[in-house]
């Protein structure tokens, strides 16, 4: 069978991406890529909002009239743009992702290597597969929506050094975080029903990994038309326990005493006091939130096969 062949492909990327040779990891990416597209475009993204901005010239065709295929190579916050700017465009593109974060959540999803030249080489007999994506008040998401506990844990992280520590400042986060929950009152109505409590975090998750961690829900997908949420409804040793338990949705919550799994296409939340909501790792909204899925949304190359490796970085 003969690779589809992309008349032109859009590569974009900004300096500030996780690879520490990002120029040397452009030509590696490059060098895949242009064997299935005639012509591939490099695009750097100076500013936050740029990909936003490139994405409405491609729709209107004043980037080029012949863009079939956008490439984003970095991490989780730039794929989110790229999201942002799809959707809010209407952009009836498909995308191809390579990594260059820290954790590359989605890129776990795809059966993709988080090294971006093994996973750009993948992307040669990569299929298209459509994805939901969750719209988020005026916002759009392909992975999860969090508040509390993963915001809290998010921005004591900020305030050390991420690019120096990565993965290790995460984790002594996470202790500390969880040592210290901030608490919070709850209404959430979902699919018309009204559920109230109190909480020290809550998950609204559309792709099965977080943190680079995957969710232990073993038949959450992506794409099928719905939104995972997870309330943690206690802060204690059985709700650590219940993040390690493999469990289906069918019989989630009797196995589950410190955290409520719920399936809905569409939820509103609001919270005493307001809190702020972390959406793919980037702290970007404030409740209350309105949250619905919207099926097939995105068309992404899919590894066929998984080839998830535990190193981060290419080989030199």
């Known amino acids: 069978m003969t690779k589809t062949k992309y008349k032109h492909g859009v590569l974009f990327y900004h300096e500030h991406s996780g690879i520490k040779d990002i120029y040397r990891g452009l030509g590696d990416v490059a060098s895949s890529l242009t ?77 993709l290597n988080p090294r971006h030249k093994a996973a750009s080489q993948q992307l040669i007999n990569s299929e298209l597969q459509s994805y939901d994506v969750m719209k988020i008040n005026n916002r759009y998401a392909l992975n999860f929506a969090g ?89 204690s040793s059985s709700v650590i326990n219940d993040i390690f338990k493999q469990r289906d949705s069918m019989n989630w919550n009797n196995m589950t005493d410190g955290i409520k799994h719920i399936l809905a296409k569409e939820i509103t939340i609001e919270t005493d006091p307001q809190m702020k909501v972390d959406i793919d790792g980037e702290i970007a909204l404030n409740t209350p939130l309105n949250i619905e899925i919207v099926p097939s949304a995105i068309d992404i190359l899919t590894s066929q096969e998984s080839d998830i490796d535990t190193q981060q970085s290419d080989d030199d």
Do not use: W
């Open 147 to 235: 508040l509390g506990l993963i915001v809290q844990n998010a921005e004591n992280v900020q305030n050390g050094n991420k690019d120096i520590f990565g993965k290790l400042s995460y984790v002594g986060s996470t202790v500390k975080t969880l040592l210290n929950p901030e608490h919070f009152d709850y209404k959430i109505t979902v699919d018309g029903k009204e559920i109230n409590g109190n909480t020290a975090m809550i998950v609204v998750a559309n792709g099965p990994f977080i943190g680079g961690s995957r969710i232990p829900l073993t038949d959450l997908s992506p794409s099928d038309g719905y939104l995972n949420i997870f309330i943690f409804e206690e802060h």
């Open 35 to 111: 064997t299935f597209c005639k012509q591939l475009s490099i695009q750097l993204s100076e500013n936050e909002g740029d990909i936003i901005t490139f994405c409405k010239k491609i729709k209107d065709q004043s980037y080029s009239d012949d863009v079939d295929i956008i490439f984003i190579l970095g991490g989780d916050g730039t794929i989110n743009e790229l999201i942002n700017g799809l959707m809010q465009s209407e952009l009836d593109i498909p995308i191809g992702i390579i990594p260059g974060g820290t954790f590359n959540d989605f890129v776990k999803t795809l059966n």
